[in-house]
């Protein structure tokens, strides 16, 4: 079984930048994919980002392009995502997901993975 554990969550003024980070307690997720969804009180669950396993691959949500920033650290272990520009619309749930061997060629589908962590809260408001 595969845990995986989201931190870094928290309160935010609109234009700032919070990082979050999902983290095993295996070995590597490197033969993972790993997708950051998000959701909204009342609303449903999107795709963010994924990151294909070995890195081969990103893909983003296009109103995150250019702020949110996916990025594997060299302990293979955590998962970064890095947010810039924080508007107040990307406040919600963020929970890592794994696909194994996965290449994120359906990744806004959460069916495609395997595993999930509980989520950690991001609030942008002024």
């Known amino acids: 079984q595969v845990q995986l554990v989201e931190s870094g969550g928290g309160n935010v003024q609109p234009g700032r930048s919070l990082t979050l980070s999902c983290t095993t307690s295996?070995?590597?997720?490197?033969?993972?994919?790993i997708g950051w969804f998000r959701q909204a009180p009342g609303k449903g669950r999107e795709a963010v980002t994924c990151?294909?396993?070995?890195?081969?691959?990103?893909s983003y949500k296009d109103s995150v392009m250019g702020r949110f920033t996916v990025s594997r650290l060299s302990d293979k272990r955590t998962v970064t995502l890095q947010m810039t520009s924080l508007e107040p619309e990307d406040s919600a749930i963020y929970t890592c997901a794994a696909d194994l061997w996965g290449e994120c060629e359906h990744w806004i589908d959460p069916s495609r993975y395997d595993h999930w962590g509980q989520g950690t809260q991001v609030t942008v408001s002024s």
């Open positions: 990151t294909a396993m070995e890195s081969s691959h990103t």
């Open positions: 295996r070995l590597t997720l490197d033969d993972y994919a």
